[in-house]
């Protein structure tokens, strides 16, 4: 019979990948480092490859072992999807779940849906991680969070994807900027080059850049913001004007500001909020709930701002 390796040696090798130290490894698995280093050499002694790499100094994981390390992550969550699956199954939506959301989604949209949830599923915990998009499908894949709510386009593939809703973008500049003239808002390639931007690593950064069509676009003085408020801030002080999702302008962030946001012509520009978690989840009855209190509270509120069609000043 062929080697099947265990789950307690698995989750002995991944702990060591990850702390690339025996000792934190063995004291994250509640064992000591002789369990763990004999666990491991089992495991290493049935696959017949060397996972791992130490010296007096250093701990480093082969050229196998980082091939292994990605396929013992996802057997290791699928076999806790397994556990959930059977206690979801004897008490549904009693779960804990552990939602991640973008910084540009999570005070728009949370508010508005968390308390709904509540109302309806009593005993369903929800505890949340505000984190950019990377880091979020990353703890997806380790089974540290089970949804996240992201902005679409993005690299989803091998998730369980739910498309929510569109969420367009509006243009917000100060109210005597050129770029707001006119019966219709557009943004030609020379207004383009004024655009700010959020700095690397936010999607927001990449959905504004495909909005306009362009991926070089670069501040002159190399200013990027860290965060939405620190953009409008830069916006204000008259370095140039910015693309906002329109959950932000309806969700108030222009408040005691002195900038008008409009919407783009059409067809205007969008990102598509996605509930995404793993293929393998047991937590798929929480998964089409939380999906449809969203879509319920709200994507209508999104249709009646869309029907308006006005420009925002708060």
Known sequence: MAYLPSLRQLSYF???????????????????????????????????????????????????????????????????????????????????????VIPTIAPFLLPKVLPEVRERFPNLKITLREDLTTNLLTRIADHRLDFALIALPYD???????????????LVAREDDPALKGKEV???????????????????????????KRSDIR???????TSLLTLLQMVESGMGIALLPEMAVKGGLLTNTELVARPLAAPAPKRVIALVARSSSARLAEFEALSTCIQERFQGSLRVARSARVSVRS
């Open 156 to 170: 989803v593939e091998g998730l369980l994807v739910k498309e929510l809703f569109n969420d367009e973008f509006w």
């Open 14 to 100: 991944v702990a060591v990948a990850k702390t690339l130290n025996f000792t934190r490894a063995a004291e994250a698995c509640f064992v000591g480092q002789s369990t763990l280093s004999t666990g491991l050499k089992e495991l290493e002694d049935g696959l017949g490859i060397r996972l791992v790499e130490r010296d007096r100094q250093n701990v480093s994981l082969t050229s196998d072992g980082l091939e292994v390390l990605q396929r013992a992550q996802a057997i290791l969550a699928a076999g806790q999807d397994l556990v959930e699956y059977a206690t979801g199954a004897a008490k549904p939506m009693t779960a804990n779940i552990r939602l991640g």
């Open 186 to 212: 557009h943004l030609p390639a020379k207004m383009a080059e004024r655009l700010l931007l959020l700095e690397e690593g936010h999607c927001l950064r990449d959905h504004s850049l495909h909005a306009c």
């Open 219 to 225: 501040n002159a003085e190399g200013m990027e913001a």
